[in-house]
């Protein structure tokens, strides 16, 4: 599965399938999920497609990544949130560019 979706990545845009797969990877490495899922009590994905979530535009997804970011002192780059902005924006929220 993840060879296939690296492959199919690679075939679309190369930098944007680049942030894509390091916003990915940064969301497992800082755990963001295990806290995420521990609120909600369900699937890691509930808290973005939760019906009263908090984030309905691409800047407020911006800022809650950066308040999750600085709030739990993660110590993400600044680019480091964009690209988990990037993910997080492409997998669930869908907001347009
Ligand atoms: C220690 C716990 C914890 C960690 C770690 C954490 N978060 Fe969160 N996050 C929360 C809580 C709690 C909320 C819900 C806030 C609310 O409802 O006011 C939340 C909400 C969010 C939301 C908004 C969901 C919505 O309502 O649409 C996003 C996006 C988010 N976090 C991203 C991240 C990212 C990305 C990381 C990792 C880099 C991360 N969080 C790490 C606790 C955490």
Redesign the pocket.
Known sequence: MRIVALLLASLALPAMAADLEAGKR??EE???EA??HE?TMGDAKA??L?KD???STLAK?KS??AL??SE?N?Q?FPDEEEQ?VSY?NETYYKFGK
């Open positions: 940064l969301v800082k755990r963001c806290c995420h609120k808290i973005y939760r979530r908090k984030v997804l809650q990544v999750c970011n739990l993660l993400m988990v997080l």
